[in-house]
């Protein structure tokens, strides 16, 4: 069975600060992909970035950096000078490779608070 | 290019009633999931289509149901509403079963009372 924890419910930050949001996997699968989606108070779920299990190399968008590490199955994502438009409630999900794989399994979701 | 659109976006209906949500992919992809989120249970998987073919199904009592039409619409359909049902029902698309990524739609927002 597939599972994704995010720990941290919520976290509150002021503007400017570097907040990291932790994301820890279950699987059996060798081959399955991890994902971050964004959920703003719109209802929308906005895609961030997909990691397949074979490419441990970390990636940095812009203020958005991800640390894939295999070895603690985990996959946590930076925000680096959070701003007020980075509130929202960010996901983690998996996609395995076998059985009824093609779903996604998320995480509880931490809500990202960032205040002035 | 268009998104993946849901309708309709809100939606009250009274407890044993049922109800057709909707779902336009995004032009060229044949694989569309559906997800029930609610506030205790979190994003919980209902079923998947890939044309016209249902490739796989989450546990979901078969009130809840849905077919995938030639043109890679979707449609899901919950009949005998109960207030559990309550959620926001979210659409995704996909061009390659998932692998490079899902894209979601705005979803629908159902009220059972």
């Known amino acids: 069975a597939q599972k994704v924890t995010q720990a941290q419910t919520e976290i509150s930050v002021v503007e400017k600060e570097d907040v990291t949001l932790d994301c820890v996997y279950e699987?059996?699968?060798?081959?399955?992909?991890l994902f971050w989606y964004k959920q703003p108070p719109s209802g929308e779920l906005v895609f961030l970035i997909r990691r397949n299990s074979f490419d441990e190399q970390n990636e940095i968008s812009g203020r958005y950096s991800w640390n894939f590490q295999k070895s603690t199955s985990s996959f946590n994502f930076t925000i680096t000078a959070s701003q007020v438009v980075d509130s929202a409630v960010y996901f983690c999900a998996l996609r395995g490779n076998t059985g009824t794989a093609s779903k996604l399994t998320f995480g509880t979701g931490t809500r990202l608070q960032v205040t002035l | 290019k268009a998104g993946v659109t849901q309708t309709p976006r809100y939606l009250i209906k009274t407890r044993g009633q049922q109800v057709t949500l909707s779902c336009s992919p995004i032009s060229g992809h044949r694989s569309v999931s559906w997800y029930q989120q609610t506030p205790g249970q979190g994003l919980q998987f209902l079923f998947e289509y890939f044309s016209e073919t249902q490739r796989n199904k989450g546990n979901f009592p078969g009130r809840f149901s849905g077919r995938q039409f030639s043109n890679s619409r979707s449609e899901m359909n919950v009949s005998t509403l109960e207030l559990g049902d309550s959620a926001l029902y979210l659409c995704a698309s996909s061009l390659a079963a998932g692998i490079m990524g899902y894209t979601f739609g705005s979803g629908t927002r159902l009220t059972v009372v």
């Open positions: 699987t059996r699968d060798t081959t399955y992909y």
